[in-house]
Structure formats: structure tokens, C-alpha cells
């Protein structure tokens, strides 16, 4: 993670700064400059992207389910 928040993998963000030839580069998302030493390593079991489209489908799926259900 860096300080404005975006995620990435560590590898890329390396591979990122080495491309950038310095310390520091900016966010490929935002922008927002960050240094090598400000890279924080997140320990999360699961990351999981926000999707919307995913969330979508769930959702509808869980309401015809439950008109399935109804009709049972
Ligand atoms: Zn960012």
C-alpha cells in the first residue's frame, strides 16, 4: 500500500520505481508522489477488489433465489 492509499503488489511497485529511476514515483491511479520507504506492507489474508458488476449479479442472483424459495 502506499500513503495515498492505492494497493499494488510489491514487486510491481519495485519494478515501478526502477522504471522511474529514482526513490520515488507517483501513483499509477492517482498521481500522488511516493517514496520507496513509504511503501507499507499490508498482512491481509484475502484482498478482495470492489466490483460492481459482481455485486450486481449477487444480488440479483440472491433475489431470485429467495422468489425460487417463496415458490417451493
Ligand atoms: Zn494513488
Given at each position: 500500500?502506499?500513503?495515498?492509499?492505492?494497493?499494488?503488489g510489491?514487486?510491481?511497485?519495485?519494478?515501478?520505481?526502477?522504471?522511474?529511476?529514482?526513490?520515488?514515483?507517483?501513483?499509477?491511479?492517482?498521481?500522488?508522489?511516493?517514496?520507496?520507504?513509504n511503501?507499507?506492507?499490508?498482512?491481509?489474508?484475502?484482498?478482495?477488489?470492489?466490483?460492481?458488476?459482481?455485486?450486481?449479479?449477487?444480488?440479483?442472483?440472491?433475489?431470485k433465489?429467495?422468489?425460487?424459495?417463496?415458490?417451493?
Amino acid at each position: 500500500c502506499i500513503p495515498c492509499g492505492h494497493v499494488y503488489g510489491r514487486s510491481c511497485l519495485e519494478k515501478w520505481l526502477a522504471q522511474c529511476g529514482k526513490k520515488s514515483a507517483t501513483c499509477p491511479q492517482c498521481g500522488k508522489m511516493f517514496r520507496q520507504k513509504n511503501i507499507i506492507n499490508l498482512y491481509a489474508p484475502e484482498i478482495v477488489v470492489p466490483n460492481n458488476d459482481l455485486e450486481k449479479q449477487v444480488l440479483s442472483l440472491r433475489d431470485k433465489n429467495e422468489f425460487l424459495e417463496n415458490q417451493v
